[in-house]
């Protein structure tokens, strides 16, 4: 079972491979295949079956896989291959893989030590943020975190394969790179609240390791949301109970304040709840492939309240994390794609003249809401625009398996018909109808976070993923108030049990105020900041 569920994984790593990948994209392709490949290995027994009747005389002693066992195999792949172990003690697979015990966040708690060769760096990242854990200033503060960066010695990366030392490494030199780049911005900020210019260079003894170590986990060489900041940067402090709040600390902080754990956190204990979203958007779509209605009103119900918890432990997040703390740690999670400070991107010594531009750290990369919004095909609804642009770029910014588990989830919700199958029974169209409320819930809420932590505070244009900051995150939740109208309008409300009657009417009124109140607001804030068409 364990060997089948990576062996699926590989095939299905080829199976989506696109026909043209950037460098980074084939790298990274190209190192998941060895390491999952290397992790089959591991896992199969030598009785296992075997492609090569050489196998069975004894030699080779481990199966050996070659592209055409794997291509063969890919086309009797019904679905996507999903852990339902998480595999704790594998080091060999990446550390993000989507499954139904984990969901979206690592298969291990992250690696919150770097061991005794690296000691120059974790000692780098101690010393690095703006107050220390005893109070203190610590480098950045102290506008002394470029300098200190010049004594790190440039380590080789290259002969490391253990997964989760190579997330624990990507995580740590996102951090110094960031951190290096942005210094000047934070400096200033706080001096004027203006961000003025980052550094435009990123010296070797980063970018050379960070982009050895971006090339084998498949990520870009710039810091990310689930592979560093957010979900690769919480340690239990009980490691015996969950991941609730209270008991998770930051491996690595920025500005080392009580808002900042609050923030990060906050994402940790809503994505904590991502396993059962996940076994029940595969539960949905099986069901609408199998036509069962029972079955698919029963999974699309546990969509609906896993998405319910995941809001209300959203909604702790105005208690954990003060609004006015927010610019505090944020200027650190800029991105230098679309982003005024570095309007000539950023050089990359010792790996290539060219600049690169990447997009900040933004919760826009958590697979949680895409997953949802490709479940019940709101993707597809989505205007033809840059800004919709911008959503589908963001969605390459994250870990390899959650891209392509989102992918699967959108091409196979659209195969089977997620909304005309629900929308063909009106109380199955009452719970799609609650579904797309959640996901409204969501971006109603965060929309909310975006007016009081930042709007308020700064007339900065763009947010920190690099995207126009009045006028994106209302052009998605325009569009799934848009579709709530459009569904609730449909429903024959003399079909619906009395339940769902009172629920479809209180829900349609609602999307209707909510959208007009929505483009008035629009509209005002478009007059107070500039540059909202640019993308
Ligand atoms: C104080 C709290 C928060 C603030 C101020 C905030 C701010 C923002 C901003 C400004 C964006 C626009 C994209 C960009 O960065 O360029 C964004 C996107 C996003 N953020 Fe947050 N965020 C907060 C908390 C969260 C949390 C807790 C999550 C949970 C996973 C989250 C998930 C998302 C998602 C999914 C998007 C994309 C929205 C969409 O598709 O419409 N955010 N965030």
């Known amino acids: 079972m364990l060997r089948q569920t990576l062996f699926r994984q590989t095939n299905n790593i080829l199976k989506h491979a696109p026909a043209q990948t950037s460098t980074f994209a084939a790298a990274a392709i190209s190192h998941s295949l060895r390491l999952q490949a290397q992790a089959i290995r591991e896992y199969s027994t030598p009785s296992a079956p075997s492609s090569s009747s050489s196998a069975s005389q004894g030699q080779p002693k481990y199966r050996q896989f070659h592209t055409s066992d794997i291509n063969q195999q890919a086309r009797e792949v019904p679905g996507f291959p999903i852990l339902d172990d998480p595999l704790t003690h594998n080091h060999s697979i990446p550390s993000f ?281 709101l993707t597809e609804n989505m205007p033809s625009n840059p800004l919709t642009a911008v959503l589908k770029d963001f969605r390459t910014y994250r870990p390899h398996n959650h891209a392509e588990f989102l992918q699967f989830v959108e091409e196979k919700a659209r195969q089977v018909h997620v909304r005309h199958f629900a929308e063909q029974d009106p109380n199955s169209a009452a719970i799609y109808l609650a579904a797309v409320d959640q996901i409204r819930n969501f971006r109603n809420r965060h929309w909310s976070f975006t007016k009081e932590y930042i709007i308020k505070y700064t007339k900065h244009p763009v947010a920190t993923g690099g995207s126009p900051i009045v006028t994106w995150l209302p052009n998605q939740l325009a569009t799934v108030l848009k579709t709530m109208q459009e569904v609730g309008s449909k429903i024959d409300a003399n079909q619906l049990l009395p339940e769902n009657k009172a629920l479809v009417d209180v829900l349609s009124k609602r999307a209707d105020a909510q959208a007009r109140i929505l483009e008035r607001e629009v509209a005002h804030l478009r007059t107070q900041i500039k540059d909202q068409d640019k993308v």
């Open 97 to 377: 893989m989507v499954g139904t015990q984990n969901g979206f966040l690592p298969r291990q708690d992250p690696l919150d030590v770097l061991p005794k060769e690296y000691d120059a760096l974790e000692q780098l990242l101690q010393k690095m943020p703006l107050t220390l854990k005893d109070g203190s200033k610590g480098l950045l503060a102290l506008g002394q975190f470029g300098e200190a960066c010049k004594s790190l010695p440039q380590y080789d990366l290259s002969n490391v394969e253990d997964s989760e030392l190579l997330s624990a490494l990507y995580r740590d030199y996102t951090f110094v790179a960031s951190a290096y780049l942005l210094e000047p911005c934070d400096l200033l900020y706080r001096k004027t609240g203006d961000y003025g210019l980052g550094r435009s260079v990123l010296p070797k003894n980063i970018a050379v390791p960070l982009v050895q170590v971006a090339e084998k986990i498949g990520a870009k060489p710039f810091m990310e949301y689930a592979l560093s900041y957010a979900l690769y940067n919480y340690r239990r402090i009980d490691k015996s109970k969950g991941l609730v709040w209270g008991n998770l600390e930051l491996i690595r902080p920025f500005s080392g304040d009580k808002s900042e754990l609050g923030f990060i956190i906050s994402h940790v204990t809503m994505v904590s709840h991502s396993g059962e979203l996940v076994k029940n958007t595969m539960r949905t779509l099986d069901a609408a492939t199998k036509c069962n209605r029972e079955m698919f009103n029963d999974a699309l119900s546990k969509v609906v309240s896993t998405y319910e918890k995941i809001n209300m432990e959203m909604d702790t997040m105005w208690e954990r994390s003060l609004p006015a703390d927010y610019l505090k740690f944020r200027t650190f999670i800029m991105g230098t794609k679309n982003q005024p400070m570095f309007p000539n991107g950023v050089i990359y010594e010792g790996v290539s003249d060219e600049p690169m531009f990447h997009r900040g750290e933004s919760g826009a990369n958590d697979s949680m809401v895409p997953m949802g919004d490709n479940l019940l095909q």
